[in-house]
T-cell receptor, first 111, second 113 residues
Framework: EDQVTQSPEALRLQEGESSSLNCSYT??????LFWYRQDPGKGPEFLFT???AGEEKEKERLKATLTKKESFLHITAPKPEDSATYLC????????????FGAGTRLFVKA | DGGITQSPKYLFRKEGQNVTLSCEQN?????MYWYRQDPGQGLRLIYY???????QKGDIAEGYSVSREKKESFPLTVTSAQKNPTAFYLC????????????FGEGSRLTVL
């Protein structure tokens, strides 16, 4: 069964304390892996797309990496404004359309 | 500015009533989607549409209906047949092939009283 699991469920950091969020997946075939940021009461906002193992993408304090089994979202020297829920989504290779979302990691950054 | 507009942002419904959530986009995207978000769960796909006058059921279509009469519009009706309709509903769109990078609206929170 295709599955996407994000860990931890919640993460509390001090401002400047770097860390990583994990997205592990078991799917029949990967077409693409996506990271989104979601603020409370808002819709998700696209961050990155990764297509193949070894690929990396960066944006400000965020860096996403991909292996054959998981993706990491590294946050370097986070600031309070980085507090949000980060969602991972995997698009599966299939004859039709199938994208599976993880439950997300809630990140809290304290000043 | 291009984007997706959902309305209303908050909606209260009595049991047994149908309600319609609006979704309009001015991104000129062909594909549009409706997702449901519940606490502690990943987004679940309700319906999606690749082109006008065509739409497909997603993973949890029971109790919902949609239409796609215009490229810009993809309204969702939550019917009385939906047993647990209280949730946060998200409309999204994408250009090119199905899936890929999704652009989301701000969401509509439906509460059944």
């Amino acid at each position: 069964e295709d599955q996407v699991t994000q860990s931890p469920e919640a993460l509390r950091l001090q401002e400047g304390e770097s860390s990583s969020l994990n997205c592990s997946y078991t799917v029949s075939g990967l077409r693409g892996l996506f990271w989104y940021r979601q603020d409370p009461g808002k819709g998700p906002e696209f961050l990155f797309t990764l297509y193949s193992a070894g690929e990396e993408k960066e944006k400000e304090r965020l860096k996403a990496t991909l292996t054959k089994k998981e993706s990491f979202l590294h946050i370097t020297a986070p600031k309070p404004e980085d507090s949000a829920t980060y969602l991972c989504a995997v698009q599966v290779e299939t004859g039709g359309f199938k994208t599976i979302f993880g439950a997300g990691t809630r990140l809290f950054v304290k000043a | 500015d291009g984007g997706i507009t959902q309305s209303p942002k908050y909606l209260f419904r009595k049991e047994g009533q149908n309600v319609t959530l609006s979704c309009e986009q001015n991104l000129n995207h062909d594909a549009m989607y409706w997702y449901r978000q519940d606490p502690g769960q990943g987004l679940r796909l309700i319906y999606y549409s690749q082109i006008v006058n065509d739409f497909q059921k997603g993973d949890i279509a029971e109790g919902y209906s949609v239409s796609r009469e215009k490229k810009e519009s993809f309204p969702l009706t939550v019917t009385s047949a939906q047993k647990n309709p209280t949730a946060f509903y998200l409309c999204a769109s994408s250009s090119g092939r199905l899936g890929g990078e999704l652009f989301f609206g701000e969401g509509s929170r439906l509460t059944v009283l």
